[in-house]
């Protein structure tokens, strides 16, 4: 994947436009860099880090004659991946794809979203419950939070059978 193609993703996954996309990016690269450079570590949680690292000088050879030749020192960077990202490179499934941003509010849409606020505050809107308040309190009190998506595993699928009687049927 070259830059222009990532710019494509990025503004294809995120609703941004290219510019902006392309902007973002060249702004995360910029701030890698600086700080990089100036010696501090860039962490990205979930993605990895970003290290300067520093190359004493030192002899080498070269290759087609075999004279020693003096290298200098040099700095390079290095990158160590995050947890995350080993975890994702890992996995068998699809990756989760980003959220895409939410449309910039307009002037318009403000007032439009004050005015409702009003008319939802007389007092014909708020002394009648309406359904939709109530039904996600209904369903949540219903769906258990912890080990909502568990699987049982084959050894306490099992377990949990009644033991098969044992005798042979006489008829």
Not at 96 to 125: I, Q
Request: no cysteine; hydrophobic share 40%; aromatic share 2%.
């Amino acid at each position: 994947m070259n830059r222009t193609e990532l710019v494509e993703a990025i503004s294809g996954d995120t609703g941004l436009t290219r510019v902006q996309a392309a902007a973002a990016l060249d702004a995360l690269v910029y701030e890698i860099t600086n700080g990089v450079r100036a010696g501090t570590p860039v962490r990205i949680t979930g993605f990895g880090t970003f290290k300067l690292r520093e190359r004493q000088a030192r002899r080498g050879r070269n290759p087609q004659t075999g004279a020693p030749v003096r290298i200098k020192a040099s700095k390079g960077i290095g990158f160590t991946p995050g947890v995350q990202l080993k975890a994702d490179l890992n996995s068998r499934g699809t990756l989760a794809k980003p959220k895409p941003l939410a449309a910039p509010a307009t002037k318009a849409s403000a007032t439009a979203r004050k005015a409702g606020a009003k008319a939802a505050g007389s007092k014909t809107a708020a002394s009648k419950p309406t359904a939709r308040r109530t039904a996600p309190k209904a369903v949540a009190a219903r769906v258990p939070a912890r080990n909502a998506g568990t699987r049982r595993t084959p050894a306490k699928q099992a377990a949990n059978k009644a033991p098969a009687k044992r005798g042979a049927r006489r008829a």
